[in-house]
Structures are given as structure tokens and as C-alpha cells.
């Protein structure tokens, strides 16, 4: 991220009182990577080889609806208030929902090369939450 753009995005959490939030995912992403950067460090051989390339397809199929729900919500978001936002906030908002699309699109592809298969229905703990937001 350029350094324009995290200045703008820290003004705007600052403003809009979400700060703590940001730190906060900015904690989870970090172990989140930490985490699947030390499963994938275990995919170069030994016995469990095929134990961790199932808890990675594992992990990813649930992470490919978690990516394709922050694309559907961004995108709403955008749709319903977009006209009522400022114009640096709606780039902002604009190009995030690039990102999660291109997360979405890279999620699949691992998946895929991990040798598993792109689900079709969202995970139980999704369809659930899927209910309760409708």
C-alpha cells in the first residue's frame, strides 16, 4: 500500500472513531499469515505432508467465502451510501473491494493447486450467518 494511501485510510479511521478496529485486524492478519506461513513451511516433505495439504484445503475453502462475503458486503455498502460518502472514502472503499476480489481469485487458485476442489455451497458456520444477516 502506497504511503498516501495508509495515511488517507488512518485519517479516515481516526475520524470515523475505528482505529482500535484496525489495529485489531491488523493483529489477526498478522498471525493469520504467520499461521499459514508456518503450515505451508511444513508442505515441503515429511510423513504429515498429506495431513497439512488437507488442513490448508481445508482452511482455504472456508477462506474463499469469507473473501467472496467481503466483496458482496463492500460492494453493497458501496451500492446503498456511496453516493453520501466523501470521494477519497469511496476510492478507498473502491479499491478494497479490488483487493478481496483478487484475494478471492487467489484463494481458489490455491485451492486448486492444492489438489482440492472450489466449493459450491458456503461452510455450515457460513450458511448460518448468511441466515441471520437475511
Known sequence: MRKADRLA???????????GQ????????AA?????????????GGADRQCVRAV?????RV?????????????????RYGLTFA???????????AVEAEHFARVGW???????TIPAEP???SRARRVFLN
Open 9 to 19: 485510510q488512518q485519517a479516515i479511521h481516526t475520524r470515523t472513531g475505528l482505529a
Open 22 to 29: 484496525a489495529a485489531e485486524i491488523n493483529r489477526l492478519r
Open 32 to 44: 493469520t499469515t504467520a499461521a499459514v506461513g508456518q503450515a505451508v513451511v511444513c508442505l515441503g
Open 56 to 60: 490448508l484445503i481445508a482452511w482455504c
Open 63 to 79: 477462506r474463499y467465502w469469507h473473501e467472496i462475503g467481503a466483496v458482496g458486503v463492500l460492494g453493497e455498502e458501496l451500492r
Open 87 to 97: 470521494r477519497p472514502d469511496v476510492r478507498l472503499l473502491a479499491r478494497q473491494l
Open 110 to 116: 490455491l485451492i486448486e493447486r492444492l489438489g482440492g
Open 123 to 125: 461452510p455450515c458456520a
